[in-house]
């Protein structure tokens, strides 16, 4: 592009009509007549030779330039991957949403190759950020009021290849099982009911099928038998509440030993919920719900959760990584879903 100030004299009309407005041209009134960005054709001479102004900056476009109008679209289409849909601009953004609740996936190293290149603007939530169906995951915007072509084509070709920028990748319809060890139940029966109606709440917004939870009045057979029982229903997680997480003998973890289960990890570096833990028996992953989370606070346990619900494979390696991000205070309840339409991120639920 190449800039030029045009002043109100002589044949100005000829030098604006083609040419991009770089500034709004407004009325006595402090309307907005000819609006900055624009294309000036020969209605917008006619309106400014009605108006009282000095002098008019514009932009002569190149060639191969895009317009921000044209290259805005296409590099938010390029952007969105599955499950993202491009939504109506706003001002000079278009905005990327989110078609289904589920995980976003950025592909940030491409994301960084195309933000390089100056005048383009692509800006996500986290990678990993759990969001609802129709939440906004990204927006694209371009700086300028137009780019190079070859720029342009550039982004968009690394964008396509990565499948998109941004992704929204869906909840599987897993079936869940919960084994209660009597430690739990004898406290009080109301408590393992109140765990049935949050785990089953959780459990269903993530897109998941709970079974009715198994109440184990018993030690490691018992427990055993409990999990071949949920494994025999189908179940391709299931959670154990009520151990004493700090007790290698507890009737859950031996009750694992005797049916071959491997033991991923015990305790992860994150708060609330370092005591959490996960086993895996056979294909199905066996998690241990912290006693902070049982009933109603967001802990390490609804962050891993829903991974395992969209299909990943959480490892050691995934658990120790979650100590990046994992003092988990109020600041941080972005991170956690949204399990009523009325509940903040991360709020308490009961």
């Known amino acids: 592009m190449r800039y030029r ?10 030098s604006l009509v083609g040419n991009l407005i770089m500034h709004d041209i407004r009325d006595r009134d402090g309307s907005v007549r000819v609006a900055k960005g624009r294309l000036i054709g020969r209605e917008d001479v006619e309106c400014l030779r009605a108006l009282e102004w000095a002098e ?27 499950g993202v849909r491009v ?28 933000n390089a290149r100056e005048g383009l603007s692509v800006y996500t939530l986290y990678h990993g950020h759990i969001v609802d169906s129709g939440e906004i995951v990204a927006r694209a915007k371009i700086t300028p009021f137009a780019v190079p072509g070859a720029l342009l084509a550039s982004a968009l070709g690394s964008a396509r290849a990565a499948g998109g920028l941004v ?9 869940v099982g919960a084994v209660v060890q009597e430690s ?30 198994a109440v184990v009045e018993g030690g490691r057979d ?28 507890d009737p859950a973890f031996l009750a694992l030993a005797d049916l071959g289960a491997e033991r991923v990890r015990h305790g992860v570096p994150a708060h609330p919920g370092s005591l959490f833990w996960i086993a895996r028996l056979g294909r199905v992953a066996v998690l241990g719900l912290p006693t902070c989370g049982l009933f109603s606070e967001a ?35 972005f991170r956690f879903p949204p399990y009523r339409p009325t509940q ?4 308490v639920i009961d």
Request: aromatic letters at 4%; proline letters at 3%.
């Open 5 to 14: 100030a045009v002043p109100h004299v002589g044949d100005w009309e000829a």
């Open 56 to 82: 008019v900056h514009i932009a002569e476009l190149a060639r191969d330039d895009v317009h921000e109008d044209e290259a805005g679209a296409q590099l938010a289409c390029a952007a969105a991957g599955a």
């Open 87 to 114: 939504g109506e601009r706003t001002a000079g953004h278009w905005p990327l949403v989110g078609t289904r609740r589920g995980i976003v996936d950025v592909a940030v190293d491409t994301l960084s190759d195309v």
């Open 167 to 175: 992704r929204v990748r869906e909840f599987h319809r897993v079936v």
């Open 184 to 213: 739990l139940a004898a406290r009080n029966q109301t408590m393992v009911g109140r765990l049935a109606k949050t785990l089953g709440e959780k459990v269903r917004w993530l897109g998941g099928d709970l079974l009715p939870p």
């Open 222 to 249: 018992a427990v055993a038998a409990a999990l071949r029982a949920q494994v025999a229903a189908n179940a391709g997680v299931i959670v154990v509440a009520g151990t004493r997480a700090m007790d290698e003998l």
């Open 299 to 333: 802990t390490v346990f609804d962050l891993v959760l829903p991974r395992i619900l969209c299909g990943d494979e959480i490892g050691a390696a995934e658990l120790a990584a979650l100590g990046h991000g994992g003092f988990l205070t109020r600041d941080m309840a």
């Open 344 to 347: 903040r991120r991360g709020e």
